[in-house]
Structures are given as structure tokens and as C-alpha cells.
């Protein structure tokens, strides 16, 4: 049987959502570079196409460690419906986990989402709950290939928490954090030095959601044959 793809951002997220059934890619937090990635494959390769890592809250309700199931994708180009059947699968396997989950759209974006009012203005237009930079281009790929397709994606920065600018810049292609470009960018503002902290605070707790997700959803990531 072929994998599931899962689509991802963060090589931590791709090293949580790899396992029995499941081939993770991802790209570093380039969608630019993850359309080149995906558009390299000669065929698909998968049954199905999901969006798996973390995300920035759009929704003000929302805290870190939250999880969105989306029911679509609103992105530049439009807004692309989840696969029903995967959903449901979805919310099955999670609902034996410990979790606060909700179903939303998520927004899909080219270029990092910063600061608060940046957050209130794409909720505004979208009325997505949340925000990463890989649903769209998964979801455009799944579409082009008539595979089925979904995303769980879980809160790290509210939507009433701006995230320092280096922050955009501060990951290698493989999804690693660049560690020396932190350090370049905190030797030049140390004023962000408490931001980057509560963004670390945060992404341990959507991280270790995101832990227990993967762990609910088992081989293939909970995903029926399809």
C-alpha cells in the first residue's frame, strides 16, 4: 500500500510525523522551495496528503498546544475543502487524547505572518483559526493529483503575540533551526531576547501536543485506506 505524504515545515516536525505508512517531507519553512520539492516527484507516491506541524493562531480564543483540524484551506488562490472521511478519521483517533481540538479552516501563506495586527487583518479577511506556510501548497498538490487531503496543525504564537522578525529567517533548508543566525540577530537586538523566549515556551507546548497527536493517531497517521 503507498504511504500517506505528510507535509511539513520543521525537520522536528517531519522526524514526529515519519513512521509506518507515513513519508514526511518538508522545506525548511519555504514554500517556494517545497513547490519545487513536490513538483520534482514523477508521481505522486502516496494515497492521501496531509499537513502535520505547528501553526500561528489567528483566532484570539485560541492558546498554545490547541489543535486545528481543518475543514479547508483559504489561500491566495482560493479556499480548497478537506476530505471529509479523513477528517472524521482525524477526530476519532484524537479524541482519545488529551486535547483541546477544534475544526477551522487554516490559512495558507507565502511570507511569515509577524505581528498582531498582521494576525487580526488575515483572520479578518479569512476567518481561519490559524496560519502556516505549507497547507496551501499541500493542499495544491493533493488537488492536482486527485488525492485526498487534510491538515492538523497546532497552535504556537497566539494571535495576540508578535514574533521577533529574524524569526522568518532563522531556519536552514532542512527545517533546522539556524542557530547562528539567532545568535547574530539577538547580538544585534537584544531587546528580543524575551520574545524568543516566550516563543520557545510556546513551541514546547505545541510541540509536545503535536507529541501526542502523533502518538493518538498511530500507523499511517490514523488515515483509513482511501
Known sequence: MLPILAVTGLSKEARLAAGPGVEAVGAGGSPQRLRTLLDRRREPGCRAVISFGIAGGLDPALVPGDVVIATGI???????????????????????????TLSADLAGVDAAVLS????????????????????????????????????????CDPADRALPAFVATALKPNG??????????????????????????DSGRAFAALSRCRASLGPGLGLPDV
Open 74 to 100: 483559504v489561500g491566495d488562490t482560493g479556499r480548497r475543502e478537506t476530505d471529509a472521511a479523513l477528517r472524521d478519521a482525524i477526530h476519532s483517533a484524537l479524541s482519545r487524547a488529551d486535547l483541546t
Open 116 to 155: 498582531v495586527a498582521a494576525k487580526a487583518a488575515l483572520h479578518g479577511r479569512t476567518g481561519a483559526a490559524a496560519v502556516d506556510m505549507e497547507s496551501h501548497v499541500a493542499a495544491d498538490f493533493a488537488a492536482r493529483h486527485g488525492l485526498p487531503f487534510a491538515a492538523i496543525r497546532v497552535v
Open 176 to 201: 533546522d533551526p539556524d542557530i547562528r543566525a539567532v545568535v547574530t540577530a539577538l547580538a544585534r537586538r537584544p531587546a528580543h531576547l524575551p520574545a524568543l523566549i516566550r516563543l520557545a515556551r
